[in-house]
């Protein structure tokens, strides 16, 4: 690649030196603006035809058909990418309602068993506060003092 730049800026800068000493040697000055022209022309598609090889890729594949080809690979690997990952979704619920089912102590299996099995809780009554005495002075609480009736 980068003797292929070389190359072109050789040829090109040849070309230059042979195209001023043309425009040196003209017949008459009033070719000189024409002779200019053609001249800087000639240069822009020397400069043109290496930039427009390496677009289109001489005997390489055309820059249209290389962008064609990233975009379909480019999709294939995003449905690649979008079924990994509704699977790992779903690996991912699975795995929470296991856990669930666990920290319930329930298993699916034996769900109907467990439905007619009765459950008893236990509670244990909170005695109810029958008084409260709150002494306030000047510097604030001095002391509370609660009664639960028992």
């Not at 990233?70 to 296991?98: I, N, P, T, V």
Request: some cysteine.
């Amino acid at each position: 690649m980068q003797s292929y730049l070389m190359e072109t800026i050789g040829k090109t800068g040849i070309f230059i030196i042979c195209a001023q000493v043309l425009i040196h040697f003209r017949p008459k000055a009033i070719y000189e603006k024409y002779l200019k022209m053609l001249v800087s022309a000639m240069i822009l598609i020397q400069l043109f035809i290496p930039v427009s090889n390496f677009f289109a890729g001489a005997g390489e594949p055309s820059l249209a058909e290389r962008v064609a080809w990233f975009e379909e690979e480019l999709e294939r690997c995003m449905d690649g990418a979008s079924r990994d990952y509704e699977g790992r979704l779903l690996d991912l619920e699975e795995m929470q309602k296991e856990s669930m089912e666990q920290e319930l102590g329930i298993d699916m299996g034996t769900e109907l068993e467990n439905k007619t099995q009765e459950d008893t809780v236990s509670v244990t009554p909170i005695a109810p506060i029958n008084d409260i005495q709150i002494n306030i002075s000047k510097g604030g609480v001095e002391n509370a003092d609660i009664s639960t009736g028992e």
